[in-house]
């Protein structure tokens, strides 16, 4: 958060302040690290990871569903199987996050319907989930 919401945020008592600045993630209850939509601006220009779908699997991926090899535009190299990944159109607008089902090297060789990066999060959640955001 920007120094000056931290100084207008001091203006209010703990007890009634429940959070100030830019959500990335929560802890699950077996203490792993479940990231965000939220961070996706902040993290994806430093993705190491990264996969291209094509345009007609972009609103495919938006509505929560796996990319398959037939929507895969381009990967990073050498990217290994359960890797995390961020997922970018074709434009390079960052969509979301994933889990990378398979290898840069298998992904040439697997069947079109296979799925090469399990779906995380991506940012038509947003529009999925209003009524349930706090």
């Known amino acids: 958060m920007s120094e000056k919401i931290l100084k207008l945020a001091t203006n209010f008592s703990r007890d009634k302040l429940v959070s100030v600045g830019t959500c990335f993630g929560k802890f699950t209850k077996t203490t792993k690290f479940r990231m965000h939509i939220t961070a996706l601006d902040f993290l994806a220009p430093y993705a ?17 569903n796996h990319v398959l090899k037939s929507g895969l535009g381009r990967i990073t190299e050498n990217t290994m199987q359960y890797q995390g990944v961020v997922v ?23 069947d079109p319907m296979s799925i090469v990066v399990f779906h995380q999060a991506d940012v038509g959640e947003f529009i999925r989930n209003e009524d349930t955001l706090t």
């Open 48 to 64: 190491k990871f990264k996969v291209w779908v094509k345009p007609g699997t972009e609103q495919s991926f938006l509505y929560g």
């Open 88 to 110: 970018y159109s074709m434009a390079d607008v960052p969509l979301g996050f994933g889990v990378a089902a398979k290898t840069t090297q298998e992904c040439r060789r697997v």
